[in-house]
Structures are given as C-alpha cells and as structure tokens.
C-alpha cells in the first residue's frame, strides 16, 4: 500500500524557516513526478511545487519561488521542502502527493496526483 506521511509542521514567527519531511513507503517512485501542494483555511488547495523524484525539474509557484527548495535522501524515500523567510501568507496545511507520471513534467493540478499525505500544518505569526 503506498503511504505519503507529512511532518515538521508547527509554529514559527515571520522570517522563520522550518523543513518539511515526506516520507514514501509501499512503491518505488522512481522518475515519478511529486508535488506540494498547501490549503489555508476556507481556501482552495493551491500548488506550492512540483518535482521528478529522480531529480529533473523542480517548478515552483511564484508565491514561494526564491524561498522555498526541495531536497531529497533516496536512501530514506523521503523529499523535504525546506521553507525560509516564511510570511504569513504561508500559514497552511502543506500535503506532500504523488503522481503516476514519470520523467520530466509539470502537473500543478490536484487532480494529477492520486496519493496523498495527512498533510502537516504550519502556522506562521506576524
């Protein structure tokens, strides 16, 4: 059973910095693309970004372009969105999702993606 499990989420003050750890279980992801995506309360889900789990492109939304990156241990199946200068425009839950696309591409739909994290919450405070 493939399992996505989302943490590191809490409280930070503006201009913080917190790591978001997605561990993969259950399926080797391979070239597959993976994205983050975040829902503030009474919003939509919007995407944050999308990347090859084998390292190709990694896209992000403009919202967090230049504060945001990701990373990857293979040898943990995990991908971690590290987030710097966090506003509070920020404050979401971030879910971690994988899709069945493989190689280079951009999904920034929800739709694209059919597993999915609990999702971890992060609250920034100006």
């Known amino acids: 059973q493939v399992q996505l499990v989302e943490s590191g989420g809490g409280l930070v003050q503006a201009g913080g910095s917190l790591r978001l750890p997605c561990a993969a279980s259950?399926?080797?992801?391979?070239?597959?693309?993976m994205g983050w995506f975040r829902q503030a309360p009474g919003q939509e889900r919007e995407f944050v970004a999308c990347f090859s789990w084998g390292g190709g492109i990694i896209t992000f939304a403009d919202s967090v372009k230049g504060r945001f990156t990701i990373s990857r241990d293979n040898a943990k199946n995990t991908v971690y969105l590290q987030m710097n200068s966090l506003k509070s425009e920020d404050t979401a839950v971030y879910y971690c999702a994988a899709s069945r696309t493989f190689g280079i591409a951009v999904l920034k739909d929800a739709n694209q993606y059919d597993t999915w994290g609990q999702g971890t919450m992060v609250t920034v405070s100006s």
């Open positions: 259950g399926r080797t992801f391979g070239n597959s693309v």
